[in-house]
């Protein structure tokens, strides 16, 4: 640098610069090939698919034993009853959940919802910081043993592993929403020892569809991933058949496809009961942060009573899939109350906004119900009907058919018992989607106001607000203009509609339209003259809604308006405007899929 200022003081030529800027350019775009490269091509999202699998599996072993580690600190600590303890402990952790949603403002702790929601409307991004919170207090949640699922906390670690590694690398859109998937895959994976399960549960609930561009890196994520788990030995197994030849006939068949409606009715019940739980407590002008702590407090008084329905509940469900145990321990009567006891400690928990997924608890009772069916028709396989209890009880809770009858096959390695159980699930599935939701992730989406169902287009506007394309250029008037003094001002401007504004707080009390001002008075003002504001948007509505108010436009524009409360004028928008972000819309979603075409034929 001292060299080139000397010479440039005695007039020499200063040394030429631009081969360090070929040098940046041809850096800058070798790195933009590279991202092209792993955004579009099967190899590059692939070879990241191993990556996220491995970092997945031991993630989700490491999330198994915080929990489990949490589980012995809090109990080892208490010296009092156990159901006391459990009571005392739930109520507290729940306090502290509550706070913690209270400073982060949040309505729920994140789940699989949040995931869809982030691969459909926010082109695959996620924020890192709400995974990571939520994955800690499902943690201590799980520990301190309430009625919630680890399946729900599997979903979102996998998701937040495939952001963290999506976003720093620098992925756009296409690579995010496929390693969200891969990372989903890898995470069922990993936790259930299901590796088939993963690929369809990311492809049938979190993608919506099954994608051949998707589908061999999200294969690849979820098959290392059980690879890692089963090669350390620490894979999970949650299914064993005493039997390995059950007994099935075909007319059974019938009779298992009425359990699943039965199950279908169950799981109606224990999805509304979490949903309208925590509308209840609001509407009774309960604070948010008060109410993990009362939904620990009512399953800890639950589990005092029937202790065997707080935590997941594992060596329960292996009990009652023995028949030989479930005949010595468990009859029909307390078959019955773990259904109800278990239903009513997951409502309170989950409906009360503890963090925590809603799997576990419908194999919960997927399980009870299945053994009290199995009591109750002694001429039908007893570990049949268990499993069809269990697959057709969560399949109608997490709206993944096809994931489930894999994950019966994959644990049980019975196809006898999963062939029954897709005779269940299937006759489930039909009667919750057609009468309820998809799952209740999606009635929790649907809650939103976010329809999944829209193109792409329609999201594309959806993601961009109206003071985009609002302009400043109006004619804004006052209430004590004549008519004359318009007229003038409308000939000079060429403009349209007039926006009548208070001088002092520029809140918008009128439209007055070309016609009108026509035909007016020279004396008349134009507060006589204007009409009341009917349709107006705000700076912060999405372009889709204003696309749709614009079919109720009567004049020449829209106002804009800060906000509804003040209505002070900020602009206006015209029909063309819509018109040309719509068309932006359709030929962004065309050239991405062009890009896509270009990048995987040469891949």
Known sequence: ???????????????????????????????????????????????????????????????????????????????????????????????????????????????????????????????????????????????????VGRYGPAVQLGATVGAILGQIIGLTRTGLKVLLGCGVAAAVSASFNAPIAGVIFAHEVIIGHFSLRALAPITVASVVAVGVTRYHGFEYVALKL????????????????LLGM?????????????????????????????QPALGGALAGAIGWWVPEVLGLGEKTMQAILDPEIAASTYGIGLLALLCLAKLMASVSCLGLRYPGGVFSPALFMGTALGGLAGFLAPFLDYQICVLVGMGALIASVIGAPLATILIVFELTESYQAATAVMIGVVASNALITRYYSRSIFHRQILR????????????????????????????????????????????????????????????????????????????????????????????????????????????????????????????????????????????????????????????
């Open 242 to 257: 005493t039997e390995k030849n059950l007994h099935l006939v075909v007319w059974e068949y019938a009779a298992y496809a």
């Open 262 to 290: 039965v199950a279908a009715g169950v799981a109606l019940v224990y999805m509304k009961g979490v949903l309208r739980a925590g509308e209840v407590a609001s509407s009774a002008r309960l604070p948010i942060w008060i």
């Open 448 to 603: 939103l106001g976010i329809d999944l169902d829209r193109p792409r287009e329609q999201r594309l506007m959806a993601a961009r607000r109206v003071a985009e394309i609002m302009t400043p250029d109006y004619l804004r008037v006052q209430p004590d203009n004549t008519a004359a003094e318009l007229q003038t001002l409308v000939s000079r401007r060429q403009e349209g509609d007039l926006f009548v504004v208070e001088q002092e707080t520029h809140r918008l009390v009128g439209r007055l339209p070309l016609a009108t001002l026509v035909a007016a008075r020279d004396d008349q003002t134009a507060m006589e003259l204007c009409e009341p504001v009917s349709l107006y948007l705000q700076r912060s509505d999405n372009l889709w809604t204003g696309f749709l108010a614009m079919e109720n436009l009567e004049g020449h524009s829209l106002p804009v308006v800060d906000d509804s409360t003040s209505m002070r004028l900020a602009g206006s928008v015209l029909e063309s405007d819509f018109i040309a972000a719509y068309r932006e819309a359709v030929e962004q979603e065309r050239e991405e899929q062009e890009v896509y075409k270009t990048n995987t034929s040469g891949s």
């Open 1 to 147: 640098m001292e060299t080139n200022t000397l010479a440039e003081e005695k007039g020499g030529e200063k040394p030429e610069a631009a081969p360090v800027v070929d040098q940046r350019r041809e850096s800058t775009s070798v790195a933009t090939r590279i991202r092209r490269q792993l955004n579009y091509s099967l190899p590059g999202l692939s070879g990241m698919a191993v990556i996220l699998g491995i970092l997945v599996a031991y993630g989700a072993y490491g999330f198994r034993q915080s929990y489990r580690l949490f589980d012995t600190w809090v109990h080892e600590a208490a010296h009092i009853s156990p159901g006391l303890s459990t009571l005392l402990l739930l109520t507290v952790g729940g306090l502290f959940f509550g706070l913690i949603l209270q400073a982060l403002k949040w309505q729920r702790f994140r789940g699989p919802a949040n995931v869809i929601i982030a691969v459909h409307e926010h082109d695959g991004r996620f924020k890192i910081k709400d995974g990571l919170i939520t994955a800690g207090c499902d943690a201590l949640a799980l520990g301190l043993e309430a009625s």
